[in-house]
């Protein structure tokens, strides 16, 4: 297995070109212009992609600020429907609430959570999608 391994790394050497893991210091020296990329103009994306990518960004970035929101809720609602007992108060109370839980009921408690969550940032996104259309449609109305 050894020997195998070691052919395999000296086949891969002596295949790859060296100078494929960066740019020569003559490659270097002929380029004169800088290389700091250029920003996007605004006619390089249509509008519609720009917005599906702003609901993007919005929909993924909010998804840990509503898991835990998301995870608090369950976790609450599960103390109160235990009749308040001690061994389901939820963790930012103190307590260890997964030991008290069976296998069936973490599941469920994981799946609402996943579920909360994902649907509290497609609201967040959409309503972010909804304003931002609202303030399109009165700012073409003032330039008018």
């Known amino acids: 297995m050894v020997k195998y391994s070691l052919i395999i790394l000296l086949v891969m050497?002596?295949?790859c070109p060296f100078n494929a893991f960066g740019q020569s210091d003559s490659e270097a020296?002929?380029?004169t212009e800088s290389q700091e990329p250029e920003p996007y103009s605004d006619e390089e994306f249509p509008p519609w992609l720009?917005?599906?990518?702003?609901?993007?960004?919005i929909l993924?970035?909010?998804?840990?600020?509503?898991?835990?929101?998301?995870n608090l809720s369950v976790q609450l609602y599960w103390y109160a429907a235990k009749d308040f007992e001690e061994a389901y108060s939820p963790s930012i109370f103190g307590g260890?609430?997964?030991?008290?839980?069976?296998?069936?009921e973490k599941k469920m408690i994981l799946r609402n959570t996943f579920i909360t969550a994902i649907s509290l940032s497609a609201a967040i996104?959409?309503?972010d999608f909804i304003i931002g259309e609202i303030?399109?449609?009165?700012?073409?109305?003032?330039?008018r």
């Open 13 to 15: 050497l002596l295949l």
């Open 29 to 31: 020296a002929d380029d």
């Open 50 to 57: 720009r917005k599906i990518r702003r609901g993007e960004v």
């Open 60 to 70: 993924i970035g909010s998804i840990p600020i509503t898991m835990l929101v998301s």
């Open 96 to 104: 260890n609430s997964q030991s008290a839980y069976t296998d069936d």
């Open 125 to 127: 996104a959409l309503s």
């Open 135 to 143: 303030l399109e449609k009165r700012d073409e109305g003032k330039k």
